[in-house]
């Protein structure tokens, strides 16, 4: 007889807590005036806003230990688990792809350009992408090891990248080097992905790309480990807390130690990166396990929670809403047009704030527009399962 799912309130609001972080940093008014800590790190170093990608993805390696073990326990359903777990990957992959491709494919429909250049300048990796590659491999290890082995891939994980990053000589450099367009990871990004379909910020490089994608499933292998150990049934509540609070600060401090060698890095994902993101993620979780499931106030977790349920979708509503409603062009009194979001925060934001509250205040209006929205589908107990 397989073991039900458990699921922990805990988890779903530090989830929900998590995507709303991701929404508000990724949808300022003005790119322009945004407060510091809410920006990513220029290269070396972390930002609170550095940290909420490893968390989500940390949280998804705690999810898959928890939706999944009683599948690991049952080897006949591995197949059938890992089906379900490609297929999931690749819906994220796609509906990521379908948002980095679609400005170009509207300007295919509307301005009449190029189709096979829109698909031949598409970056192919980023946030969905790298949430879905990260979701197969991870749900497969923990399938197919023990938790001995899952703690043995996930060191060995990151010491062969920090290996790779620091020993490896870099063609057409000569040196192994952390810098943004020279280093190792750089390299195999133009060289696997073509500069015509990585980040078009950077156009030399890609923070979700092939290389860093490693030490990505490593940050995912950490929430697994965490999971598999939360899911104990021979431990009680306290030693649970303080377990995760010892191995938080434990990561955290290996993280720092690491970065004097190697250099915290969100766009790298550095081995230290990880140790110190998911410490983090931990202390976390044993703050907010500690309050809502063991002490009981669970009031207080429904404003995160509902983001939590429903947390691809909303990410995905929320990356598409401005690329359609852009679309959209308000003529202006000159003759001009501008782009219908432009104009409502112009009206309705620039006046009334200085430039970066006024860019913030946008920034929270879109997380509270979408908290509606949740709360409709969370009370009707609408949850769209990616």
């Known amino acids: 007889m397989t073991e039900p799912k458990r699921r922990l309130l805990s988890l779903d609001f530090f989830r929900g807590l998590t995507v709303a972080a991701m929404i508000l940093v990724n949808n300022p008014g003005n790119w322009g005036h945004i407060y510091e800590p809410l920006e990513h790190s220029q290269w070396n170093g972390c930002t609170p806003t550095d940290l909420i990608f490893p968390f989500f993805l940390w949280i998804v390696g705690v999810s898959i230990a928890f939706a999944m073990s009683a599948s690991k326990a049952d080897p006949s359903t591995h197949g059938k688990t890992i089906v379900k777990a490609i297929k999931r990957g690749l819906i994220l992959y796609f509906l990521g792809f379908f948002l980095a491709i679609f400005g170009k494919l509207m300007a295919v429909i509307i301005d009449g350009k190029s189709l096979i250049e829109a698909f031949q300048t598409v970056r192919l990796l980023g946030v969905l992408q790298r949430i879905g590659v990260v979701f197969?491999?991870?749900?497969?290890?923990f399938l197919k090891f023990s938790t001995k082995s899952l703690f043995r891939i996930f060191t060995i994980i990151l010491a062969v990248y920090w290996a790779l990053?620091?020993?490896?000589?870099?063609?057409?450099?000569?040196y192994p080097n952390l810098e943004k367009e020279t280093n190792l990871a750089a390299w195999i990004d133009r060289g696997i992905l073509t500069e015509s379909h990585i980040w078009a910020a950077a156009k030399t490089w890609d923070p979700e790309g092939v290389l860093s994608t490693l030490p990505a499933i490593g940050t995912c292998l950490f929430g697994v480990l965490v999971?598999?150990?939360?899911?104990?049934?021979?431990?009680?509540?306290?030693?649970?807390?303080?377990?995760?609070?010892?191995?938080?600060?434990?990561?955290?401090i290996l993280g720092l130690l690491w970065d004097l060698q190697f250099p915290i890095n969100k766009a790298l994902w550095t081995s230290s990166y990880v140790l110190y993101a998911g410490g983090l993620a931990s202390l976390g979780l044993a703050l907010c396990y500690w309050l809502i499931d063991v002490q009981g106030y669970k009031k207080i977790a429904t404003p995160f929670v509902v983001y939590g349920v429903n947390a691809i979708t909303v990410f995905f509503l929320a990356g598409l809403m401005p690329r359609v409603l852009n679309l959209v062009k308000i003529?202006?009194?000159?003759?001009?047009?501008?782009?219908?979001?432009?104009?409502?925060?112009?009206?309705f934001y620039t006046p009334y704030f200085t430039p970066v509250n006024a860019s913030l205040a946008w920034a929270?209006?879109?997380?509270?527009?979408?908290?509606?929205?949740?709360?409709?589908?969370y009370r009707k107990n609408?949850?769209?399962?990616v």
């Open 136 to 141: 197969i491999i991870g749900s497969i290890i």
């Open 165 to 174: 990053m620091t020993f490896i000589p870099v063609p057409g450099v000569g």
């Open 227 to 252: 999971g598999v150990w939360m899911r104990r049934k021979d431990v009680d509540n306290p030693t649970k807390v303080a377990w995760l609070f010892t191995t938080g600060i434990g990561a955290v």
């Open 331 to 347: 003529t202006n009194a000159d003759g001009s047009k501008t782009a219908f979001l432009e104009k409502f925060y112009n009206t």
């Open 364 to 377: 929270i209006s879109y997380v509270l527009g979408f908290y509606v929205l949740l709360y409709i589908m």
């Open 382 to 385: 609408v949850i769209i399962k």
